[in-house]
């Protein structure tokens, strides 16, 4: 009697652990996808797969990339401390709950197939924001077209955003999956044909969104994947982009030739005006920087030709990454961000060596989402926009996931 006991026992604790297992997988899972649609459900989401890992009493794991992370950290902190209003900079500590994603979804994401589950998922989400964010251009160009000046109405005005509420972040998340499906129509044994469809979709709505640090990151990210590929494709690359820029529209053509154009281009103008004004943050503060938030307060004090108007433009950040980075937290905090960007593109670049060739494309895609946000972001300050990190931090994750399940296959264990 006592042995069926103790067997119902056993299998009650077995099935519960089962569960909580599945219920953590889906709640991080469901953050992971629903920051293409909210970051409001997607924190709370993460939240509750935090506290379902707290009740599962699961053993704390985190990949090695917690170490340069948890660097950026603790400098933003020794920063914000050496600030002059450290109260101004609460908010960007407030920020760091998202780079728990690292940690949480490393425990909850257990095996390959979890992996591509999401990143199916995350296709068919991008997608949906994509044909909505076509919907709102051609709403924006019925209204507009007519316009003699519609290509300044549209660039420097309301853009596509479809489910965010900025087109920066909308593109930037769009760019981060387009990396990875990208790889994935490269390298994968199997690609449905609604991943092309999906491709196409949102390849075109990152078109449309105009924002051009973004189009100069998934070029890089394209280069990497051909040359992992075939690498003669990429010498195909410039006659390729030749010819996309004779067939384009007029509107696209435009936005092209912007990027190089420092004399009409107010956005260039405020960008060059931008990085004066950090390099004065730098060289006055290079240790702790002005403090986190400090340039959206501090911008005017530090810009030359104070008493001259300023190009028309949003000031609350430096447009730039690294830029950013060391203006406000100074350079070893910057040094903390490249190690984690070099460390990512490192561990998944040798992981693609060792992985089956079945799930190289994983690997890949991680490498090509790590080079998007580093090219986009010195145009962007991209890492500072909460739903494009959060989607880089859980795509982070997903690599290190696979390199964990590679090694317990391998019967090996992290160096």
């Known amino acids: 009697m006592s042995d069926q006991v103790g067997s119902i026992r ?4 077995q099935g519960w652990r089962s569960d909580r297992e599945a219920v953590c997988f889906y709640l991080m899972a469901l953050a992971n996808v629903a920051v293409l ?57 407030k920020k760091f709950y998202i780079f728990l994603i690292v940690v949480a979804a490393y425990m909850a994401f257990r095996d390959l197939d979890q992996v591509q589950r999401i990143w199916r998922a995350l296709f068919a989400a991008a997608s949906l924001a994509a044909l909505l964010a076509l919907i709102e251009f051609a709403l924006y160009y019925d209204s507009l077209h007519s316009h003699r000046d519609f290509y300044h109405l549209y660039s420097l005005g309301r853009r596509i955003t479809g489910f965010m509420g900025h087109w920066q972040t909308f593109s930037g998340e769009q760019m981060l999956v387009l990396a990875v499906l990208l790889s994935f129509l490269l390298f994968a044994p199997r690609r449905p044909w609604w991943s092309w469809a999906a491709a196409a979709l949102i390849a075109l709505s990152l078109l449309l969104s105009f924002t051009r640090g973004v189009w100069l990151g998934c070029l890089a990210a394209t280069a990497y994947l051909l040359w992992q590929f075939q690498r003669r494709l990429v010498l195909v690359i410039p006659a390729a982009l030749l010819l996309l820029y004779l067939v384009a529209p007029g509107l696209v053509r435009e936005r092209v030739r912007s990027l190089v154009d420092t004399r009409s281009d107010s956005s260039n103008q405020a960008r060059l005006l931008m990085m004066r004004t950090g390099l004065n943050m730098i060289r006055r503060h290079p240790l702790f920087g002005v403090g986190p938030n400090g340039v959206r307060y501090y911008f005017d004090l530090y810009r030359p030709n104070s008493g001259q108007p300023k190009p028309t433009a949003y000031y609350g950040h430096l447009h730039n990454n690294y830029l950013h980075i060391a203006a406000e937290r100074g350079l070893p905090c910057l040094v903390f961000f490249v190690w984690l960007l070099f460390s990512v593109a490192r561990d998944q670049q040798r992981l693609a060596a060792r992985l089956d060739a079945r799930h190289r494309y994983l690997a890949y895609g991680v490498v090509a989402a790590t080079i998007a946000i580093a090219v986009a972001g010195a145009f962007e300050n991209n890492f500072g926009d909460s739903e494009v990190a959060m989607l880089f931090l859980f795509y982070i994750t997903h690599g290190y996931v696979a390199e964990r399940a590679s090694l317990q296959a391998a019967g090996g264990r992290w160096q």
Do not use: H, K, Y
């Open 10 to 13: 056993a299998r009650f604790w």
């Open 37 to 93: 649609f909210s970051i409001a459900l997607s924190q709370i989401l993460l939240g509750a797969g935090l506290a379902m890992l707290l009740v599962a009493r699961r053993r704390i794991e985190a990949p090695p990339v917690v170490v340069p992370l948890g660097c950026f950290v603790v400098w933003t902190v020794a920063s914000l401390a050496a600030a002059p209003d450290p109260l101004l900079g609460l908010a960007q500590i």
